[in-house]
């Protein structure tokens, strides 16, 4: 089988595995036409389809000869009302309509609402928003039985349909039971990734963080409540990368407050240096369509842009019609918006200071060279992932070649915007570590003979966190000879 030539593009592409796509021959395809990372939607599903996927990618990743990452994705708390007695109601448009903690089934007046813990926290003026966004209810007033509420938009509720409360943080733990079952789950199967759903506060990264121990897989905040914005800043501190998951935000939120809002995350994501995926509704048209349409388009540009370091394809590979033509797509839209001449000006009006650190001015300066020498790339020697992060924080004009001896952390970068990582054996000298670096960037195709190359490495050699070192490679042509 053919290995996957460098991608040619900076931005990643993440694809939701589903029925439409999760066998081997599906995902090969997936590969080859532009994505770098695979979900899997926790949501749906049971735990046996979700290992055989798994299962599939790495058969995959290893005859395509590229590291892929499987990011696994919780359901996280979902409110919902309980059942009624024709299986649906009407709400009247202005009417009133009661939530109530009577299990009895519901008719046009009531229905039971399953979740004691909203009723101590919900206030006159409040909303509640049920089937995404479909009905809209004001609170008229609430106890700890039950919430009256007026019907700003009426219409039909069915049974178990969910419901968001976007003016009120709810004291709901951030994993459910099912949550801690499929987060053991997917640790045990290797997950590079855990996307943790419905953060609102930093205390639900940190809950997370605690069930996952001492494991060393990265753990991704979806950004998807309004209460999560207010406390943006300290829930990227604590998380491994950020999704800006539009569609409950969507709900949640008036449709004109996302556009800004998604800049913002990207922007404070991109600052900290840790992968920023765009999520939901990309290109939703190709579920059914092999085209998108021309607002798609533009979404998905804006978000290449902005400098996010990976974009999200759902439910069009999951179980859409065309999969992947709904990659390839989203593979030439971010082709051509990186080959813009204005694309490098507009990526860089996020403003990145680097920390005092050495490290730091070293992977500033390694971009900096590339744009002053005109060099094929840069590689990087790292055991953790930390340069790589470093040096793609600041978008550098040339891919980024990461060489490193862990096969998890090769994974997990490939989400990271415009790196190719490799999993290699662990250098022991500054010889070694030319010699290799050279070989590996002509067998990649980082550069042909007379290319320059900018080298970044900790000494001692194996240490995590000692990048102290930047060095400026010429390639001669004849490094693959070498042994």
């Not at 395509?64 to 990452?69: E, H, N, W």
């Not at 995404?132 to 004001?138: A, E, P, V």
């Not at 943006?232 to 604590?238: D, F, Q």
């Not at 092999?290 to 388009?297: G, I, L």
């Amino acid at each position: 089988m053919a290995k996957l030539d460098l991608r040619g593009r900076k931005v990643k592409i993440l694809a939701t595995l589903g029925p439409a796509s999760r066998g081997p021959e599906m995902i090969e395809k997936l590969l080859r036409a532009g994505a770098d990372a695979f979900r899997v939607n926790m949501s749906h599903g049971d735990h046996a389809t979700h290992a055989e996927t798994i299962a599939a990618i790495r058969m995959v990743e290893k005859q395509v000869g590229r590291p892929v990452a499987v990011l696994c994705d919780l359901q996280g708390p979902k409110l919902r009302v309980g059942q009624f007695k024709d299986g649906k109601a009407v709400i009247r448009h202005s009417g009133h309509f009661t939530l109530d903690r009577n299990p009895a089934l519901g008719d046009e007046h009531r229905v039971c609402l399953p979740h004691p813990e909203l009723f101590g926290v919900l206030r006159k003026g409040q909303r509640l928003l049920i089937d995404d966004g479909k009905l809209r209810l004001k609170v008229i007033e609430a106890d700890m039985d039950h919430i009256l509420c007026s019907a700003e938009v009426g219409g039909i509720i069915s049974d178990r349909k969910g419901v968001n409360v976007p003016d009120a943080v709810v004291p709901v733990p951030a994993l459910t039971d099912k949550d801690r079952r499929d987060l053991a789950f997917a640790l045990e199967q290797g997950a590079d990734w855990i996307a943790l759903s419905f953060v609102q506060r930093p205390e639900d990264v940190a809950e997370a963080r605690k069930l996952m121990g001492r494991s060393t897989t990265a753990l991704m905040a979806k950004i998807e409540k309004p209460a999560a914005i207010d406390r943006l800043e300290e829930i990227i501190e604590l998380s491994d990368g950020i999704m800006v998951a539009r569609g409950d935000l969507g709900v949640e939120l008036n449709p004109e407050e996302v556009p800004p809002l998604q800049k913002r995350i990207v922007a404070a994501t991109r600052r900290s240096g840790k992968p920023v995926v765009v999520a939901t509704q990309m290109l939703e048209s190709m579920i059914e369509s092999p085209a998108p349409t021309r607002a798609e388009v533009s979404d998905v540009a804006n978000a290449v842009y902005d400098g996010a370091d990976a974009v999200m394809l759902s439910a069009e590979t999951a179980s859409g019609a065309w999969p992947v033509e709904a990659v390839t797509i989203m593979h030439r839209i971010a082709c051509n918006v990186e080959n813009d001449p204005g694309f490098a000006e507009r990526l860089h009006f996020t403003q990145v200071r680097p920390d005092a650190t050495t490290a730091d001015a070293l992977a500033q300066a390694s971009a900096t060279i590339a744009q002053t020498v005109m060099v094929a790339g840069i590689i990087v020697f790292t055991g953790s992932g930390s340069t790589a992060r470093r040096v793609a924080r600041e978008r550098p004009d040339v891919p980024i070649m990461v060489l490193t001896p862990s096969a998890q952390i090769a994974r997990r970068l490939a989400l990271l915007w415009g790196t190719h990582a490799v999993q290699t054996k662990d250098i022991g000298s500054f010889e070694e570590m030319i010699a290799k670096g050279k070989r590996m960037a002509l067998r990649h195709g980082f550069g042909t003979a007379g290319s320059k190359l900018v080298a970044l490495a900790g000494v001692p050699f194996g240490t995590p966190g000692s990048t102290n070192l930047l060095h400026v490679v010429t390639l001669s042509g004849n490094e693959l000879k070498e042994r």
